[in-house]
């Protein structure tokens, strides 16, 4: 084997595992999901008319009052 030959070869291996690791990535697995009708009554309120659900607002975060060990090293 000469060493351009073995280049070639690596090369090809490390394009086809980013190909691999890139398509392994995208989408969801399973079935799609058919269009909505757009006919239909909506059937929950947390879903748009996009069909994405939308979720729930978080509370805001609030700090603690009491300080922490290592505030003054920040």
Request: hydrophobic letters at 35%.
């Given at each position: 084997m000469t060493r351009s030959r073995g280049v070639k070869i690596l090369a090809a291996?490390?394009?086809a595992l980013m190909?691999?690791?890139t398509l392994?990535?995208?989408g969801r697995r399973g079935a799609l999901l058919p269009p909505p009708?757009?006919?239909?009554?909506p059937q929950d309120a947390s879903v748009s008319k996009t069909g994405i659900h939308r979720r729930p607002k978080n509370p805001p975060i609030v700090p603690?009052?009491?300080?922490?060990?290592?505030?003054?090293l920040l």
């Open positions: 291996f490390g394009v190909l691999s690791s392994a990535g995208c009708d757009p006919n239909a009554p603690p009052n009491q300080p922490f060990v290592l505030d003054p």
